[in-house]
Nanobody
Framework: QLQLVESGGGLVQAGGSLRLSCAAS????????VGWFRQAPGKERAFITG????????YYVDSVKGRFTISRDNAKNTVYLQMNSLKPEGTAVYYC???????????????WGQGTQVTVSS
């Protein structure tokens, strides 16, 4: 079993930055790909970025390319999501997930965190 805990969410003005963390405990975290998802009010949860087990491969949806950066520190069992130039439409609950795949959107995501709220004010 792998437990994931997100942190770093909060309220930020449009154009601002936040860094989310996804801390893992339990099984061997470094063998899993990790993804970040977000769910805005009234919408389905959607993949935004993922990273493979080593950090060598990363994937982004077009809407966050150039603004968000995913990274991982396997020694600390943590994956980060640096979010810059935040927009009001980025208001959502952000979730991290882990699975045995490449980290792309169609990775079989097996383990999920509880989410952290990000609110971007205009």
């Amino acid at each position: 079993q792998l437990q994931l805990v997100e942190s770093g969410g909060g309220l930020v003005q449009a154009g601002g930055s936040l860094r989310l963390s996804c801390a893992a405990s339990g099984r061997t975290f470094s063998s899993y790909a990790v993804g970040w998802f977000r769910q805005a009010p009234g919408k389905e949860r959607a993949f935004i970025t993922g990273i493979n087990w080593s950090g060598a491969m990363t994937y982004y949806v077009d809407s966050v390319k150039g603004r968000f950066t995913i990274s991982r520190d396997n020694a600390k069992n943590t994956v980060y999501l640096q979010m810059n130039s935040l927009k009001p439409e980025g208001t959502a609950v952000y979730y991290c997930a882990a699975g045995g795949g490449s980290g792309s959107y169609n990775t079989p995501w097996t383990y999920w965190g509880q989410g952290t709220q990000v609110t971007v004010s205009s």
